[in-house]
């Protein structure tokens, strides 16, 4: 047995109280009212809490001074990384995303950095080009700061093509090589003899694997020559000419400061 005093609207809601006088299981509750020192029996408690607990409930407004809509949200949890609760409030816009931890955040790069956020151009190149140099197409494509980028230990410098060769153009008698000379076309054009002077790797560090060419264009006989430590064709410092006019030969670093040299060229000595 129970007893329920005046104050029993701290304990249940007055419009409950009221409908546990004369309950049976199974039954509707009375309308009767329940005075103050009423004795209530445990089957009466017992059907009590059977009919709070099957009572629908179609709002927060339906529970009648039991709880306010602000002060339930007020009691919940908002979702952390290791919380379950309510989404929050997100500031509006639509550059931030919410993350596991429940924050909103803007994803990484969305502020112009080379992280996973960036676009990329699917089709960087025009159609129309033959050549196009890194600054316009794999600098935004490979998130580059430079023109100049090593690749499988070949060092691309200025332009990359795909049908086209760079031209170094020379015209005087003498001409050593320079880093930028890897893979272009260096044309030896005088009517005297010239000579071209391959450097060594202590002085211009092509990488191994360069690859670039020489053409002697005009009757001046061109030369090729190895700088002292440079070894052409199996000889150290040697130096073996281009054949005839509007020939050439092409030159390949197999090694730190050793040198092939392929095409319309005599004995290297």
Not at 30 to 49: F, P, R, V
């Amino acid at each position: 047995m129970a007893n329920f005093n005046s104050a029993h609207t701290g304990a249940a809601i007055d419009a409950a109280v009221t409908k546990v006088a004369g309950v049976a299981t199974g039954a509707t509750a009375n309308t009767g009212a329940l005075a103050d020192q009423d004795t209530i029996t445990e089957s009466q408690i017992s059907n009590l809490q059977a009919y709070l607990t099957s009572a629908p409930v179609d709002s927060v407004a339906s529970l009648t001074g039991a709880i306010s809509s602000a002060a339930l949200t007020a009691a919940l949890d908002t979702f952390t990384s290791s919380l379950t609760g309510m989404v929050p409030a997100s500031g509006g816009g639509t550059a931030n995303f919410l993350r596991a931890d429940g924050a909103f955040a803007a994803p990484p790069g969305a502020s112009g950095g080379d992280a996973w956020g960036d676009p990329i151009d699917a089709d960087p190149v025009p159609a129309t080009a033959s050549t196009i140099t890194i600054a316009t197409a794999l600098k935004p494509l490979l998130g580059l700061h430079t023109d100049t980028i090593t690749i499988g230990g070949t060092t691309i410098d200025g332009t990359v093509s795909g049908a086209t060769v760079t031209l170094n153009a020379q015209t005087g008698t003498a001409y050593t090589l320079v880093l930028a000379d890897a893979g272009k076309k260096i044309t030896m054009a005088n009517a005297a003899a010239n000579v071209l002077t391959i450097p060594a790797n202590a002085t211009v560090a092509f990488p191994v694997g360069t690859v670039l060419g020489v053409s002697q264009i005009l009757a001046g006989v061109t030369s090729i020559t190895g700088a002292t430590g440079v070894t052409v064709n199996g000889v150290s410092a040697g130096t073996g000419a281009i054949a005839a006019q509007w020939t050439g030969v092409t030159l390949t670093q197999t090694a730190t400061n050793i040198w092939l040299a392929e095409g319309n060229i005599g004995a290297f000595a």
